[in-house]
């Protein structure tokens, strides 16, 4: 197995990662590999090809803020465009060159020596397996990567076609078949009004309804394009109204959360447009706070489900026989496909299980016991210089993530620039700074809609606390990133010890 020394390793070619590679190779930190298991960048906008799948983020404010495009076609950007946008993005950095495709992480593990990371990489398809040894691992393969697929008996048995909404089976025509749909999430929503349209019958399993606001869907004119690629500033304000104008939704999730019944007032408005049968209206109406779980946006959700071959089951799955799903009332409800919408891994990331650090036990065995912490959200005690991109208490309901991974991305680039300069070669947060922001984080939740609404989420761990989360606007995010602050970290001098064996460079390798 050959190894290649290199100053940093990304995981992941999604947003995140992406962002990493630009804003290392603009401060000068060139030696760098991004390595991605998929075919090509995007990370979930590549991967998500569900027929429907759009942004619920306005697109003025779902992109670089260094790389604008005047050329969103839509409000809500389709995916396709979102997709070809990252690849546009990447091009123009000129970063591929040290871009790793259809390269897996298998594991990684801090060797205290070497003061490196070696991670361990397998190629897609070959399996050719090739070692890194990186001063830094940035970690941004992204919290909704890895599908959760439901435990439910007999599942597997199932003899159609079945696939996750994130591993989208093209091949499978579903014109005039009988599709079953298990989950309502934000996936379901835009996937089940497209596969109405062209199914025999759809039955769509629901657990939990959701609260689902209206959206402001319209394409842009040639006019609005033209002047925001031609008039400085325009397309600029127009990002900062969307920006303020979510912004100003944050104090109604995190402290006055009776202000959410404006928004249910909407949504009930919404369900009455789109349904006309009472008894699923009120199928479709939460019990829970507005907020709690994620608010979709959407108007296709409720006229698909008052379409006439679609019925939504509410009756609780019993178990999944070869050719069908029988609910808690016994009925049997014959399929040819089954769609899984479950959802992600998202409070026990998988990458978790794969990253092994100073005490040799995994990230995963560390969050088993605590729940996810990580300092500022990004680095982790125990685990010296591993960056870990929408970490712990990142994540956002309300707005666009990029504007986190951004904040962060600007912070750990601050951190390895600044460990070139003071000439360290380990930083790595203490544990009272980690336990200290953990625990201010979780004092913020207690007034949250989150923590109040009533109801189950995927926000929640497994102990109850909302480590997915940030409980606040994320301008106060950026601000506590603004710099990286090595007060808070126990840092090393670079070691005596050379680890320098004459091994390529990333550049050289990837370009060999
Ligand atoms: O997943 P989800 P998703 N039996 O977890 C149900 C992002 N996203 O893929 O609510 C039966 O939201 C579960 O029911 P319940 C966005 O951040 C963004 O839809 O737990 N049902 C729920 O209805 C989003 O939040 C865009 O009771 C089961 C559904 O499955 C995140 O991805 C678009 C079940 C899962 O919903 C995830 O969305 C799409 C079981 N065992 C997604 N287990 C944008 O537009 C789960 N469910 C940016």
């Not at 979930?44 to 942004?55: D, L």
């Not at 400085?232 to 109204?241: H, I, Y």
Request: charged share 20%; aromatic share 8%.
């Amino acid at each position: 197995m050959s190894e290649i020394e290199v100053d940093h390793l990304v995981i992941g070619a999604g947003f995140a990662g992406l962002c990493a590679a630009i804003k290392l190779d603009e401060s000068g930190e060139r030696d760098f590999v991004v390595v991605e298991k998929d075919s090509d960048v995007g990370g979930t906008w590549h991967i998500n090809t569900y027929p429907g799948a759009e942004c619920d983020v306005p697109s003025q404010l779902y992109s670089y803020s260094f790389a604008l495009n005047p050329d969103w076609s839509k409000v809500y950007s389709p995916q396709q465009e979102i997709w070809e946008y990252t690849k546009r993005v990447a091009e123009r950095a000129g970063v591929l060159d040290r871009f790793v495709l259809g390269t897996a992480v298998d594991d990684a593990h801090w060797d205290a020596g070497r003061q490196r990371w070696l991670v361990n990489t397998s190629a897609v398809g070959s399996g050719a397996r090739t070692t890194y040894a990186a001063r830094t691992v940035i970690a941004g393969s992204g919290g909704l990567s890895e599908p959760s697929l439901p435990d439910i008996e007999g599942i597997e048995s199932f003899a159609g076609a079945t696939f996750h909404s994130a591993r989208w089976n093209h091949d499978v025509d579903l014109t005039g078949k009988r599709v079953a749909v298990i989950g309502t999430g934000a996936s379901a929503i835009q996937l089940v009004p497209e596969v109405a349209k062209v199914a025999g019958r759809l039955d769509v399993y629901q657990r939990t309804p959701n609260w689902i606001i209206p959206r402001n869907e319209r394409h842009f004119s040639t006019l609005e394009k033209t002047l925001f690629r031609h008039v400085p500033g325009v397309q600029r304000a127009v990002r900062a109204g969307v920006y303020a104008m979510l912004e100003a939704r944050v104090p109604a999730f995190t402290r006055f959360p009776r202000a959410m019944a404006a928004v249910e007032a909407q949504v009930k408005r919404n369900i009455a447009q789109g349904i006309s049968d009472p008894e699923l209206r009120a199928k479709v109406t939460p019990t829970y706070r507005a907020g709690c779980k994620r608010i979709l946006v959407s108007n296709k959700w409720y006229p698909a489900l008052d379409r006439d071959n679609v019925e939504l089951i509410t009756d609780g799955i019993a178990r999944v026989t070869p050719t069908g799903i029988v609910t808690a009332d016994g009925t049997e409800r014959e399929v040819d496909v089954l769609v899984i919408a479950t959802g992600f891994h998202v409070t026990d990331p998988p990458i978790a299980q794969h990253l092994t650090g100073r005490e040799g036990r995994t990230l995963a065995d560390v969050w088993a016991k605590t729940g996810m912490r990580a300092y500022k959200g990004t680095t982790i005690h125990g685990f010296p210089n591993l960056f870990q991109l929408v970490g712990p208490n990142t994540a956002l309901g309300h707005s666009s993530m990029i504007f986190i991974i951004e904040s962060q991305v600007r912070y750990v680039v601050d951190a390895v620039t600044t460990m070139r300069r003071q000439e360290w070669a380990t930083v790595e947060p203490t544990l009272a700074a980690q336990e200290q922001w953990s625990a201010a984080v979780q004092r913020r939740m207690r007034r949250t809609v989150w923590t109040t609404g009533g109801c189950a989420s995927w926000y929640l761990d497994q102990f109850g606390h909302n480590t997915t989360l940030w409980p606040g606007q994320t301008f106060t995010f950026r601000r506590r990133l603004a710099r990286f602050d090595p007060e808070q970290y126990d840092v090393t001098a670079l070691s005596s010890v050379s680890d320098d064996k004459g091994t390529p460079t990333a550049k050289e390798a990837v370009s060999a």
